[in-house]
């Protein structure tokens, strides 16, 4: 699932962001950034490559802490998280952090709230977030698992413009195809990538659907595990 013998190379032209598969993907730029590298347990996985330099994980499910503390200890990359969840991950470099703006590893990032829980096998661990990441002039938002809320148009209006919004669409457990199209109309992003969707039955969506209600708002780019999208 993971192979550094992958090429990866940036010598200032785009930006690349890899799809995984469900909530991960890899920003590919003068860093290589992964975020909620859920890899093993995972039927749609795509192979992550190079050897990355950050590590970014929205909160403690499963499917989303997935294989950070595996990639963090061979890889010598460091993680970051809520600050709960960090004081749970033991003989890795972590940077445990609240809601608010920081500066790791020469990324800069904004970690933000989402509507979601997060917990290991029951036990409650922080809250849920999302990211944002500046890098290379280019503004991109990962939601993490979460539904709407109004507080996104803030996201716009304090680190905008936004060029990718990468946002949950299945349902159940986060926003579905409608509630992810307000998200649009809130964050104002260039393009959005639907994600989290069809990895299980409980997620099924259409991604035609959510790229119908969008309609103009947007740029929609449905993108397949494995594939990715230069901006």
């Known amino acids: 699932m993971f192979n550094p013998s992958l090429p990866y190379s940036y010598e200032g032209d785009a930006m690349r962001i890899r799809y ?38 929205t909160h403690a499910h499963g499917d989303h802490l997935g294989d950070a503390v595996e990639l963090s200890k061979r890889y010598d990359a460091p993680i970051v998280c809520m ?51 500046k890098m290379d002039g280019k503004t991109i938002y990962h939601a993490g698992d979460t539904f709407v809320f109004s507080d996104m148009a803030l996201f716009n209006e304090l680190y905008g413009p936004i060029d990718v919004a990468l946002l949950p669409i299945g349902g159940y457990f986060t926003m579905g195809p409608r509630e992810a199209a307000k998200a649009v ?47």
């Open 83 to 133: 600050y709960d969840l960090a004081q749970h991950l033991r003989g890795v470099n972590v940077y445990g952090m609240n809601y608010g703006p920081a500066t790791i590893e020469g990324v800069k990032i904004v970690m933000v709230p989402a509507w979601h829980s997060s917990s290991i096998n029951g036990q409650e661990i922080g809250s849920a977030a999302g990211y944002i990441i």
């Open 20 to 57: 995984i598969g469900h909530a991960a993907f890899q920003i590919v730029g003068s860093k290589n950034v992964i975020i909620d590298p859920f890899l093993h347990g995972n039927p749609v996985a795509a192979e992550l490559e190079g050897k990355p330099d950050l590590i970014l994980v």
């Open 185 to 231: 109309e809130l964050l104002k992003p260039k393009i959005v990538v639907p994600m989290h969707y069809n990895t299980f039955p409980p997620i099924r969506q259409d991604p035609e659907e959510f790229k119908r209600l969008v309609g103009d708002k947007a740029k929609v780019e449905i993108l397949k595990p494995g594939e990715e999208l230069e901006v």
